[in-house]
């Protein structure tokens, strides 16, 4: 059974930084996208980051809000993603989910999800 972990968030004063962990297991790590996505409160789910499998290990483009800010990378030797957060506002408050799936070409929404990393940024 594919399994998505997360860790790392939590609450933090604006300008602060926190690194989201997550770790899969049940899959064979190298073979598919793992990726990033937030909610906020009343909002829908959006994207943040992705990177393709290894060894290409590919960064999709960053949107505007965060391009300067966050940063995805990955782990192969310990099945982990992992999304840098620097300079942290309250506009980033949400909860953030670990996703995994076969390829670009495939919805994210076929994949599998982590449990959410709540992030509060206070003002």
């Known amino acids: 059974q594919v399994q998505l972990v997360e860790s790392g968030g939590g609450l933090v004063q604006a300008g602060e930084s926190l690194r989201l962990s997550c770790v899969a297991s049940g899959l064979t790590f190298r073979d598919y996208v793992m990726g990033w996505f937030l909610q906020a409160p009343g909002k829908e789910r959006e994207f943040v980051a992705a990177?393709?499998?290894?060894?290409?290990?590919?960064?999709?483009p960053y949107t505007d809000a965060v391009k300067a800010r966050f940063n995805i990378s990955r782990d192969g030797a310990k099945n982990s993603v992992y999304l840098q957060m620097n300079s942290l506002g309250h506009e980033d408050t949400a909860v953030y989910y670990c996703?995994?799936?076969?390829?670009?070409?495939?919805?994210?929404?076929?994949?599998?999800w982590g449990q959410g990393n709540h992030v509060a940024v206070s003002t």
């Open positions: 990177i393709s499998q290894e060894p290409d290990g590919y960064i999709a």
């Open positions: 996703n995994t799936h076969s390829s670009f070409q495939g919805s994210p929404m076929d994949g599998y």
